[in-house]
């Protein structure tokens, strides 16, 4: 059994990160300065977007980009019942509804037919989750939209760097929401930016962001600034900070170097598991980048007499740590009795949650550490096979 406990995820800092850090505390520059500048420009050449707006939580990114939408009180907002609190909860926060729609069976996305099958008369926008990294069927979603005149608000929390058909996650829809939350595929702590090609909307989550205070709120301080500001709406207190930019800066530049040390440890993972049917390996759908930020396994309860709880915790006890992505929304008590969701509405994910096991997968790895998760996980399955 393995010595030490490996952990789900682990961020990968580097000395590099650590300097470019320092130097920005140095530079006397604690809140939004120019390296948020830089770091925005960086991100929008990476990904080919024409703006993109940095601020303090992918949380914060949703939120901005549906109210630069319009979102508001008496909307419907359609959003994948399998994701995380953040996609659901800035709908609510802008007095518009959350219409979940289920997964599709073999990628966990936001399922084409079913979202068609959700649409209400009421409906202004869709968050599509690229779940895990593997993007969703942008092709249907956006035939979709145009027909219903739908907005496209991607969260795109899992996917940097991913492509569908060639084109890069953040110039796809109407506007693109990245976390940098310390587990995600590059961190700045706590971070997120939005992309667009919509320059009103920039400017307006901008604005947003800093307190409603008009254009360059930021320069304030700076000798090109001035102290007069004008508040033209209540806006909210997003904005990024320039040591967190300079972590940015420095992860973006290794985003790549990442991704492939992340495809090293899919590949590990699939060739450990292969031809073992208790185990469904995450499949990959032809003609895209998967961003692998996580790699979900799923376990077939019909082969075995333990369940994925047990699984987690019999793992753990090897020194193992595990996680589950996600808690379908569904069955959380508020969409559940605020809505009247009941678990047969969303069949796939209802049956996803029971089966799904997060392994970690992040470029500190080594292939030793893999090969102890598949040991771990293999040799549960064998003995408690039924
Ligand atoms: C991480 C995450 C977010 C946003 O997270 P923050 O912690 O606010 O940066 C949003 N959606 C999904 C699916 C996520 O996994």
Redesign the pocket.
Known sequence: MRQSFLPFHVPEIGEEDIAAVAAALRSGWLTAGPRVKEFEQRFAHYTGAAHAVAVN????A?HLALEAAGIGRGDDVLVPTL??A??AEVVVQLGARPVLVDCAPDTLNIEPDALQRALTPRCKAVIP?HFAGHPCDMDALMEIAARRKLLVIE?A??ALPARWRGRMVGTIGDAT?F???AT?TITTG???MITTANAQWAERMRIMSLHGISKDAWKRYTAQGSWRYEIIAPGYKYNMTDPAAALGISQLTRCDEFLQARLRCRRRYDEGFAGEPAIERPVERGDITHAWHLYVIRIDPRRLRIDRDRMIELLKQRNIGAAV?FIPLHLHPYYRDTYGYKPSDFPNATAAFERIISLPIYPRLTDADIEDVVTAVTDLIRDNRR
């Open positions: 939580s992918g949380t914060a949703l994701t995380f953040a996609t989750v969260d929390a899992h929401c976390s940098f939350y995600k706590e971070g997120g992505h």
